[in-house]
């Protein structure tokens, strides 16, 4: 199985600032990598697929970035309905595998 | 636009069968493939399995030897069956359609709690 290694696993920011969170694949994925944003109680919900491509309907402060087995989540603003936790996922190869998750919380 | 919608018992005793059921509208089930999911109480996610609606199956080798998937294409539905389940298979089980290798569209999710 590709293991998917996520940090850091929380971080604390204020509303402004920039995020960055990271992903890591045990071996080259390509771009075949999505983003997911949960909140408590709530599904996920797709953010960014194939690396950098972003779903409909999601704000562009969201963005991805990378190729082969590093990743980047960024949130060039962060706003107070963007405290949540994000998971990256694999789609190379099957099983499917996900990051452990990144909390983001307020500062 | 995919609605899903996940039903089922929340309560499954040990080394019993889970059974969920996914109901799909918006789109013809024969459409798209579709996937389980699952997610411990606190914990991260975990990918379960696909299914077609020509009924073939891409399950997690982790959980192969357990899980049945099928589809029933005259009720816009799939399910899911778990058997021989522990304490370690309570999650929330959530139904979901996958775009490409992404997840775009998933159900509420609900909760499964194995216990005597």
């Known amino acids: 199985d590709i293991q998917m290694t996520q940090s850091p696993s929380s971080l604390s920011a204020s509303v402004g600032d920039r995020v960055t969170i990271t992903c890591r694949a045990s071996?080259?994925?390509?771009?075949?990598l999505s983003w997911y944003q949960q909140k408590p109680g709530k599904a996920p919900k797709l953010l960014i697929y194939?690396?950098?491509s972003l779903q409909s309907g999601v704000p562009s402060r969201f963005s991805g970035s990378g190729s082969g087995t590093d990743f980047t989540l960024t949130i060039s603003s962060l706003q107070p309905e963007d405290f949540a936790t994000y998971y990256c996922q694999q789609s190379f190869t099957t099983p499917r595998t996900f990051g452990g998750g990144t909390k983001v919380e307020i500062k | 636009q995919v609605q899903l919608q996940e039903s089922g018992p929340g309560l499954v005793k040990p080394s019993e069968t889970l059974s969920l059921t996914c109901t799909v509208s918006g789109v013809s089930i024969i459409t798209y493939y579709w996937t389980w999911i699952r997610q411990p109480p606190g914990k991260g996610l975990e990918w379960i399995g696909y299914i077609y609606s020509s009924g073939s199956t891409n399950y997690n080798p982790s959980l192969k030897s357990r899980v049945t998937m099928s589809v029933d294409t005259s009720k816009n539905q799939f399910s899911l069956k778990l058997s021989s389940v522990t304490a370690a298979d309570t999650a929330v089980y959530y139904c979901?359609?996958?775009?490409?290798?992404?997840?775009?569209?998933w159900g509420q999710g609900t909760l499964v709690t194995v216990s005597s």
């Open positions: 194939a690396a950098s």
């Open positions: 979901a359609s996958p775009v490409g290798g992404a997840f775009g569209s």
């Open positions: 071996q080259s994925i390509s771009s075949y």
